[in-house]
């Protein structure tokens, strides 16, 4: 199979993922946890955060060592076969959540959360496999692009769900769509195993080659760093995914209708802003497209603290869009050039474990200031520190030194 074909076929995998995302995590079903499960009460933001945070500790946690289990078996199509159909399967049971089902309603979002975030330490790792150094930025802007017009072809689907007010109903169609275009990394994709040990050797494996990766972080100052800085800013930028819906519709009044049209206009830039300048990273690099990325967030966190009137929350959510998909697909890019190839499973779990742990601090931050604030604006400009803090620590990052040798 040509390189083409091997990266058409990995980005179908986003493109069927952010039916999850869109659907479930960003627009509708935050805003139906917000103002049905919860009964639109303030302390639905802390709930919401809670979940959130919860999803993404457990992440965190075992995302190294399912790395590390995927970089020594080589199996890493049946680590993210498993947690793909976790995730669909939990997304379809999000349709029996009805109003007060607080606990059940943020429980069943957990495992859902925990599948869809796992299974992207396998999916980023194929990138080094598909396409040479030189593209790994472009590639992954390819990658965050189609996923984002996959999120664009699901709102059109539930579109009319909307309008029926059936927002239960969109919850399993996100599901099956995004089995439907998973299916061929599964199919078309290799994966050669090297063993096949019963799963406590492999359990074992994982553990002892990430307790020995994190004693050997002196020759990973680089990488190190540039997760360091990752941590931060990735922080702001989860934060936002999380509550931007319920943000416009609890602050700005904006209606289901009003809110599909915000977040396609959101998902229509985060294509050209994955796209364009994922292509300007392989030419300036990635580090100083990353930091140009950094300046959009923060203007961005200063117009929606800013901002009083719907029709100009529209421009934020075209600077959030380029942002959001350049910030995300050029940090993947960068992870692939700093990574020691043998390890490239393990060090995308250590790459999970920064971006998902850093996920667990900042929506707690912001549903807690909201909930004890009563106020959505002083939440969501506290995300501007974690954009800044994230920028500070990049600007020590050194683009071209990579780590070779096997620890």
Not at 187 to 208: C, M, T
Request: glycine share 8%; aromatic share 16%; proline share 2%.
């Amino acid at each position: 199979m040509n390189e083409r074909k091997k990266i058409f076929i990995w980005t179908l995998f986003d493109f069927g993922n952010t039916s999850f995302s869109i659907v479930v995590v960003t627009f509708l079903y935050a805003v139906y946890f917000k103002k049905v499960v919860a009964g639109g009460e303030a302390i639905g933001d802390f709930y919401w955060s809670l979940g959130t945070s919860i999803a993404m500790l457990v992440t965190a946690i075992i995302s190294p060592i399912l790395g590390a289990i995927a970089d020594y078996s080589a199996g890493k199509k049946r680590f993210l076969l498993f947690f793909t159909l976790l995730c669909v399967v939990a997304t379809s049971g999000l349709y029996f959540i009805d109003a007060g089902n607080i606990f059940w309603g943020l429980v069943v979002f957990i495992i859902a959360n925990i599948g869809f975030e796992a299974g992207l330490v396998f999916y980023d790792s194929f990138l080094p496999e598909i396409t040479s150094p030189k593209n790994f930025g472009r590639v992954s802007g390819y990658g965050f692009g189609m996923g984002y017009v996959g999120s664009l072809v699901t709102l059109a689907i539930v579109f009319p769900f909307i309008q029926m007010e059936m927002i239960k109903e969109t919850f399993p169609v996100a599901a099956l769509f995004f089995l439907i275009f998973s299916l061929p990394i599964f199919i078309f994709l290799k994966d050669n195993r090297k063993q096949k040990e019963p799963i406590k050797i492999y359990v074992k494996i994982g553990f002892n080659r990430v307790i020995n990766t994190i004693t050997h972080l002196p020759k990973y100052k680089n990488l190190a760093l540039f997760l360091l800085a990752y941590f931060f800013y990735i922080e702001g930028v989860n934060t936002v995914i999380f509550f931007s819906g319920n943000y416009a519709s609890t602050t700005l009044g904006f209606t289901d209708t009003e809110l599909l049209i915000f977040f396609i206009t959101v998902q229509t830039t985060a294509i050209v802003g994955s796209i364009l300048l994922g292509i300007l990273a392989d030419s300036i690099g990635q580090k100083r497209t990353i930091i140009i990325t950094l300046f959009m967030w923060l203007v961005t966190i200063v117009l929606a603290y800013l901002v009083v009137e719907k029709n100009t929350f529209y421009i934020v959510g075209l600077i959030a869009g380029a942002a959001m998909g350049a910030s995300q697909s050029t940090s993947r890019s960068l992870m692939s050039h700093l990574t020691p190839l043998d390890k490239k499973t393990e060090f995308f779990g250590f790459y999970s474990f920064f971006g998902k742990s850093s996920a667990i601090v900042g929506p707690l931050v912001f549903g807690l200031i909201s909930y004890y604030s009563g106020n959505q604006r002083l939440a969501i400009i506290s995300i501007a520190f974690f954009f800044l803090v994230g920028m500070i620590i990049l600007s020590f990052v050194k683009e071209n030194e990579s780590v070779i040798e096997e620890v």
